[in-house]
T-cell receptor
Framework: AQSVTQLDSHVSVSEGTPVLLRCNYSSSYSPSLFWYVQHPNKGLQLLLK??????LVKGINGFEAEFKKSETSFHLTKPSAHMSDAAEYFC???????????FGTGTRLTIIP | GAGVSQSPRYKVAKRGQDVALRCDPISGHVSLFWYQQALGQGPEFLTYFQNEAQLDKSGLPSDRFFAERPEGSVSTLKIQRTQQEDSAVYLC??????????????FGPGTRLTVL
């Protein structure tokens, strides 16, 4: 079985400071990992994905994530937060050979002006 | 190009009514997925199609839920005799091919179902 745990349900940072959203995963086989963002009243948008290539993955809007197999982690980071980053972020896992996505419970990111 | 579209965007149903939710995937996408997102939760997998074949329906919560994709394009999720616990946002996603498991799933805006 596959699962993800998002360690923080809510993160608040000041504009211009770094963002860290934490995610740990569990998967029986070599997983694919994703971060999706959900803005209010908008659809889920893919930020970035890891598919067993480079362990440091760069995504859109300055976000990146590092796959650490020894720690079973896939934390999302951004050097400098922008007001437009305020949204709900989901860490997602997909086991190899399995098409369905398994989502975490989400982290709500608030940006303080 | 056009993304995944869903209709209606909002649906209010009285308990016991049947509802039908429509999904138009990205043109040419082989795979189509349905997810259910309860308030304050992450989306949960319901079912998956590759063309017109329903390959996985393990996430459907009861036999009141039924999905179809008869021509391998548009899909409909039907919920019979709706219950209050069916209230959620229903998300549809599509991806280009049926594997390998690296394809990106593109999501629609969802249908918010409220059962009174």
């Amino acid at each position: 079985a596959q699962s993800v745990t998002q360690l923080d349900s809510h993160v608040s940072v000041s504009e211009g400071t770094p963002v860290l959203l934490r995610c740990n995963y569990s998967s029986s086989y070599s997983p694919s990992l994703f971060w999706y963002v959900q803005h209010p009243n908008k659809g889920l948008q893919l930020l970035l994905k890891y598919t067993s290539a480079a362990t440091l993955v760069k995504g859109i809007n300055g976000f990146e994530a590092e796959f650490k197999k020894s720690e079973t982690s896939f934390h999302l980071t951004k050097p400098s937060a922008h007001m437009s980053d305020a949204a709900e972020y989901f860490c997602v896992v997909r086991a190899f050979g399995n098409e369905k996505l398994t989502f975490g419970t989400g982290t709500r990111l608030t940006i303080i002006p | 190009g056009a993304g995944v579209s869903q209709s209606p965007r909002y649906k209010v149903a009285k308990r016991g009514q049947d509802v039908a939710l429509r999904c138009d995937p990205i043109s040419g996408h082989v795979s189509l997925f349905w997810y259910q997102q309860a308030l304050g939760q992450g989306p949960e997998f319901l079912t998956y199609f590759q063309n017109e074949a329903q390959l996985d329906k393990s996430g459907l919560p009861s036999d009141r839920f039924f999905a179809e994709r008869p021509e391998g394009s548009v899909s409909t999720l039907k919920i019979q005799r709706t219950q209050q616990e069916d209230s959620a946002v229903y998300l549809c996603a599509s991806s280009l091919s049926g594997g390998p498991s690296t394809d990106t799933q593109y999501f629609g805006p969802g249908t918010r179902l409220t059962v009174l």
